[in-house]
Nanobody, 121 residues
C-alpha cells in the first residue's frame, strides 16, 4: 500500500507564490513519472506539470515560466513551485505518482487527496 500526502496549498494574492509538496510512503520500490494536475470548479481535471524519473519536465502552456516541478527521489516527494499566481490558477491541485512496488511487476498510479489553491484578485 502506498500513501500520498499533499501539503502547501492556501490563499494568496495575485502575484504571490506557493510551494506544493506531495510525499509518498509505504511499499515503494521506485517511482517513475510524477505530476501535478488541477481541477477548477465546473471544469475537468487538467495537467499542470510532469517530471520523469530522469528529470525531464513538461508543463501546460498556461503555467510555463511561472511554475516549476521538481522531485526528491530520496524522500519520494514531488514539489510544485508556483510563482506569479493569477486568479485563474485557483483550483484543487492533485499530485499523481506512478509507482512500482517491486522489481518486477506493473506500475500503479496513485493520486493525492488534493489541496486547495485560491488566488485572490
Amino acid at each position: 500500500q502506498v500513501q500520498l500526502v499533499e501539503s502547501g496549498g492556501g490563499l494568496v494574492q495575485t502575484g504571490g507564490s506557493l510551494r506544493l509538496s506531495c510525499a509518498a510512503s509505504g511499499s515503494i520500490f521506485s517511482i517513475n513519472a510524477m505530476g501535478w494536475y488541477r481541477q477548477a470548479p465546473g471544469k475537468e481535471r487538467e495537467l499542470v506539470a510532469t517530471i520523469t524519473n530522469g528529470g525531464m519536465t513538461n508543463y501546460a502552456d498556461s503555467v510555463k515560466g511561472r511554475f516549476t516541478i521538481s522531485r526528491d527521489n530520496v524522500k519520494n516527494t514531488v514539489y510544485l513551485q508556483m510563482n506569479s499566481l493569477q486568479p485563474e490558477d485557483t483550483a484543487v491541485y492533485y499530485c499523481r505518482l506512478d509507482v512500482k512496488v517491486r522489481v518486477t511487476g506493473p506500475v500503479f498510479r496513485y493520486w493525492g487527496q488534493g489541496t486547495q489553491v485560491t488566488v485572490s484578485s
